[in-house]
């Protein structure tokens, strides 16, 4: 059989255009980087909500469920969340842009939290929120139930001493299924939340917010062990002292300070179990 100068070139120039259309085929198909789709966003950020969740999750605050987000410094009515997930399994791949209603801005088919509407809610009422963190931490639902109010025992946890109200989702809901699923009910949680650092949830669980995703996530941490510690000292059968406001927030400014000992102890920790040390 011939095969003619003109029929080589016509197998080559299909060639090429073949692997033209099998590599863009295949970048389609491949899953975007966080960095490409929130260009805008310091990889900083996304690796301390990255961080965060892990620790967390490490912590024993969270397990399959809770979440962490972060105010969007590119648009600051939008807010950074992982895809639905597991807090331990959270990668930079997996923060999504969600805007000031909790909807997602590119959501690819990706599963998004059912409970966002917490973080859209609170960053629309306080501008000074930078960070959320909500959690199912065991040790604090007693306090969502009891009529024992939750109180700081010891300076970790001085940002209690300006309060931690209790918010029951059924005083204006009725029965639910005890979920954040509307922007409704995220407003009037954000509304009981008000200028707090903490709030509890009936039946549910809290939210910790901050300036910034170390600071809601220490406070999350320390809402815990306040908890657990203040359980015991009930259990002593004694008059607890608890701190006084002043004390509150004197130890709570120090706690700002020299946080960052803490929390890159924190975040070493969950890197050398990921083997990034």
Same mark, same amino acid.
Not at 178 to 195: E, F, H, K, W
């Given at each position: 059989?011939?095969?003619?100068?003109?029929?080589?070139?016509?197998?080559?120039?299909?060639?090429?255009?073949?692997?033209?259309?099998?590599?863009?085929?295949?970048?389609?198909?491949?899953?975007?980087?966080?960095?490409?789709?929130?260009?805008?966003?310091?990889?900083?950020?996304? &690796?301390?909500?990255?961080?965060?969740?892990?620790?967390?999750? &490490?912590?024993?605050?969270? &397990?399959?469920?809770?979440?962490?987000? +972060?105010?969007?410094?590119?648009?600051?009515?939008?807010?950074?969340?992982?895809?639905?997930? +597991?807090?331990?399994l959270v990668t930079a791949d997996d923060i999504m842009e969600f805007d000031e209603n909790g909807e997602p801005v590119d959501a690819r088919g990706r599963a998004i939290f059912l409970e966002r509407f917490i973080h859209a809610e609170i960053y629309r009422a306080r501008p000074d929120v930078m960070a959320v963190v909500h959690s199912h931490s065991p040790g604090v639902i007693p306090f969502t139930v009891s009529k024992t109010p939750l109180r700081p025992m010891f300076h970790n946890a001085a940002f209690i001493a300006a309060g931690a109200p209790v918010w029951d989702i059924a005083k204006e809901f009725g029965a639910t299924d005890?979920?954040?699923?509307?922007?409704?009910?995220?407003?009037?949680?954000?509304?009981?939340?008000?200028?707090?650092?903490?709030?509890?949830?009936r039946g549910h669980g809290d939210v910790a917010v901050g300036s910034a995703v170390k600071v809601a996530v220490f406070r999350a941490y320390y809402t815990d062990v306040d908890a657990r510690l203040q359980t015991q000292a009930l259990g002593l059968g004694s008059d607890i002292t608890f701190l006084s406001a002043e004390e509150g927030v004197k130890a709570d400014a120090t706690n700002m300070i020299i946080m960052e000992r803490v929390w890159n102890l924190w975040k070493l920790r969950v890197q050398t179990l990921l083997g990034k040390p």
């Open positions: 059989m011939t095969v003619t100068v003109d029929a080589i070139e016509e197998v080559s120039m299909f060639s090429r255009v073949a692997m033209i259309v099998v590599s863009l085929l295949l970048l389609a198909s491949a899953p975007l980087h966080a960095q490409d789709a929130i260009s805008a966003v310091p990889r900083e950020l996304l &690796d301390d909500i990255v961080v965060g969740s892990r620790i967390l999750a &490490d912590l024993g605050i969270v &397990d399959g469920f809770g979440h962490v987000s +972060a105010r969007s410094p590119a648009n600051p009515s939008h807010f950074l969340m992982s895809r639905s997930l +597991a807090p331990a005890m979920l954040v699923r509307n922007n409704a009910i995220g407003q009037s949680l954000a509304q009981a939340l008000g200028d707090k650092s903490i709030v509890l949830m």
